[in-house]
T-cell receptor, first 113, second 112 residues
Framework: DVKVTQSSRYLVKRTGEKVFLECVQD?????MFWYRQDPGLGLRLIYF???????EKGDIPEGYSVSREKKERFSLILESASTNQTSMYLC????????????FGQGTRLTVV | DAKTTQPTSMDCAEGRAANLPCNHS???????VYWYRQIHSQGPQYIIH???NNETNEMASLIITEDRKSSTLILPHATLRDTAVYYC?????????????FGTGTRLLVSP
């Protein structure tokens, strides 16, 4: 069974902390994505990557960075967590191309206090 | 970016067909329409996609209008487990790379 695994289901961090959210996929997918999901706003794309060491900003990259050192792993980094980054974070992966489906992880609910 | 518009919520009786509409009037000729759903506390799950022709799989049917400005996802016999938020998405082309841009979706409630 194909899988996208996010390292934590729930996370509580303090304001100002550096936070790492990890995502691993076992499907050898080139593309990986990070979204955040907030009530009333739907899913918003933070960053995506189409190859190892490649990254591109999505719609709301401010306050975030990413790392893709290996094909299977895509990390989202909150350099200095703030309360407005309290959210559900979803990782996804897909093959390249116009007609491939994306597979999502279960999500990490991050609370910044 | 092509945008989609969906009703905020819909209700459906168990066993009946659920027809979820989506408006994508600015869609480009080579952009596919995708549908995903998200059951509570889970990540989104792929349902179906199409370009011009109607499509059917084991989960649902997708009807795309001839002008491609709107589409309808049909769950032929809705069950309680189909209660979820349904997202209609147009894949956006970015310099040859395609990314998914989600809207706020339609919250479908299937009742007994």
């Amino acid at each position: 069974d194909v899988k996208v695994t996010q390292s934590s289901r729930y996370l509580v961090k303090r304001t100002g902390e550096k936070v790492f959210l990890e995502c691993v996929q076992d499907m050898d997918h080139e593309n990986m994505f990070w979204y955040r999901q907030d009530p009333g706003l739907g899913l918003r794309l933070i960053y995506f990557s189409y190859d190892v060491k490649m990254k591109e900003k999505g719609d709301i990259p401010e306050g975030y960075s990413v790392s893709r050192e290996k094909k299977e792993r895509f990390s989202l980094i909150l350099e200095s967590a703030s309360t407005n980054q309290t959210s559900m974070y979803l990782c996804a992966s897909s093959l390249p191309g116009a007609i491939t489906e994306a597979f999502f992880g279960q999500g990490t609910r991050l609370t910044v206090v | 970016d092509a945008k989609t518009t969906q009703p905020t919520s819909m209700d459906c009786a168990e066993g009946r067909a659920a027809n979820l509409p989506c408006n994508h009037s600015t869609i480009s000729g080579n952009e596919y329409v995708y549908w995903y759903r998200q059951i509570h506390s889970q990540g989104p799950q792929y349902i179906i996609h199409g370009l011009k022709n109607n499509e059917t799989n084991e989960m649902a049917s997708l009807i795309i209008t001839e002008d491609r400005k709107s589409s309808t996802l049909i769950l032929p016999h809705a069950t309680l487990r189909d209660t979820a938020v349904y997202y209609c998405i147009v894949r956006v082309d970015w310099e040859g790379f395609q990314k998914l841009v989600f809207g706020t979706g339609t919250r479908l409630l299937v009742s007994p």
